[in-house]
């Protein structure tokens, strides 16, 4: 019952002592993960590779500004939006949403991604446009993966909105979309000051 | 035991007590009696009630009985809160 309940609804049941915990640890271990393969965060949905080496603690403090952009932004929603929204419950939302995000980057490392996109990128660079150099195998596998991932971003916005649901105690459509849409626009302006 | 029906099962409108009967001497009083607010509630809003009163309304030890997050049961709480007044406003 508990299981089913983590993938559908984790702030229903879990007591914001355990969600906090869990958010913590994994937002270190992203972190880690980002750090050892080089990368950085501009945005709470994407990364980029900078010419040069990002230390860990680099790493760890753009993620806490990722953290805390759409807390602040989401927090102020949330308490407008009833007045007895408190900001654990909105810190572990921001938290906990963006772990599909952080299992798609580990899949992606595990099944090696960035030699695959460096594959494609020279092949055009060959004047290769139909890939026929491109092993059919790992057009399926990454095909397949690039589904998946829509399904995890998906995912991801589905954690925000019943999170923030029961943060704000929200029932109305309109303010579920307005949490996305907020969350969407923040993540798309934040990238031109990182 | 059986649960007293609040609302009416064909048109799902308020349903009123019309007759109250002594166990002892059999007495009956026929009339048209509104129930008390917190009867009109479900059975599972009635326990919710008894439950805040039982854990001297610690939200926070209520969530752990019932397995619930702390804002789930704030949730609930405070919807009950919102149907009791629109009871009262109602009657």
């Known amino acids: 019952m508990k299981i089913k309940q983590l993938f559908l609804n984790p702030f229903a049941d879990f007591s914001e002592g355990t969600l906090f915990l869990v958010g913590i640890i994994g937002f270190l271990l992203s972190s880690y993960l980002i750090y050892l393969s080089g990368q950085q965060f501009n945005g709470f949905m994407h990364f980029y590779k900078p010419e040069v080496t990002v230390s860990f603690i680099a790493v760890l403090k753009v993620h806490t500004y990722m953290v805390l952009a759409p807390l602040i932004l989401l927090y102020i929603v949330g308490v407008v939006a009833n007045h007895k929204t408190r900001i654990i419950d909105v810190l572990n939302v921001i938290l906990i949403a963006p772990f599909p995000l952080y299992l798609m980057l580990l899949l992606s490392k595990l099944i090696n991604q960035d030699k695959f996109t460096n594959e494609i990128d020279q092949a055009l660079k060959n004047g290769d446009h139909t890939l026929s150099s491109i092993d059919k195998g790992q057009m399926v596998l990454f095909g397949l993966f690039g589904i998946f991932v829509l399904f995890l971003l998906f995912y991801q916005f589905y954690l925000l909105v019943k999170g923030m649901n029961i943060a704000v105690n929200n029932k109305k459509i309109w303010v579920s979309i307005l949490f996305v849409a907020l969350y969407f626009m923040l993540d798309l302006g934040i990238q031109f000051y990182f | ?91």
Do not use: W
């Not at chain 2, 048209?32 to 009867?39: A, C, I, Q, V, W």
């Not at chain 2, 030890?61 to 149907?83: C, F, W």
């Open chain 2, 1 to 91: 035991m059986k649960k007293i029906p609040v609302n009416c099962p064909c048109c799902d409108a308020k349903l009123k007590v019309s007759k109250l009967v002594c166990d002892s001497c059999d007495t009956e009083v026929v009339g048209k009696f509104t129930l008390p607010l917190l009867m009109q509630l479900t059975v599972e809003e009635q326990e919710f009630v008894l439950n805040f009163l039982k854990y001297s309304g610690s939200l926070k030890e209520m969530a752990n009985q019932m397995g619930k997050s702390y804002p789930t049961v704030r949730n609930i709480l405070d919807d009950l809160i919102h149907k009791l007044n629109s009871l009262a406003n109602e009657n």
